[in-house]
């Protein structure tokens, strides 16, 4: 018996020497996605916030937080698209950074192609 309280004494004091583990924030946001494909065509979306998506598009189908961004997915009888808004380095309002595109029927499908075609649903505006 009196070694196991030697065991726990011995282990108590290794342990408060140990040095701690790196310092995890629990409010750290990773970085947004970087586009990994062309722009062109998706100037009306990139770089807009959620007010400005729903004018365009009209009503997401779709609207949720992932993490540290949020998703607005938009929809048509020809494709869906889903938007993703991540807030500026230095804060402020989140804003399109990244967009995914398919078709119905889950084939892919051009995402300058799918924001042309829901614009025309949402008025063109």
């Known amino acids: 018996?009196?070694?196991?309280?030697?065991?726990?004494?011995?282990?108590?004091?290794?342990?408060?020497?140990?040095?701690?583990?790196?310092?995890?924030?629990?409010?750290?946001?990773?970085?947004?996605?970087?586009?990994?494909?062309?722009?062109?065509?998706?100037?009306?979306?990139?770089?807009?916030?959620?007010n400005a998506l729903t004018q365009l598009l009209g009503q997401p189908l779709l609207d949720l937080t992932e993490g540290a961004g949020r998703k607005l997915q938009f929809g048509s009888n020809i494709c869906v698209l889903d938007a993703y808004l991540y807030a500026p380095q230095q804060g402020g309002v989140p804003v399109v950074r990244h967009v995914d595109a398919r078709q119905r029927t889950g084939a892919p499908i051009d995402r300058a192609s799918c924001v042309a075609a829901l614009t025309r649903k949402g008025g063109g505006r």
């Open 1 to 50: 018996m009196r070694s196991v309280g030697i065991g726990v004494a011995l282990a108590l004091t290794v342990s408060a020497c140990a040095t701690p583990g790196p310092v995890v924030r629990q409010n750290a946001l990773p970085a947004p996605p970087t586009p990994s494909y062309g722009t062109i065509g998706l100037e009306r979306v990139m770089g807009q916030n959620a």
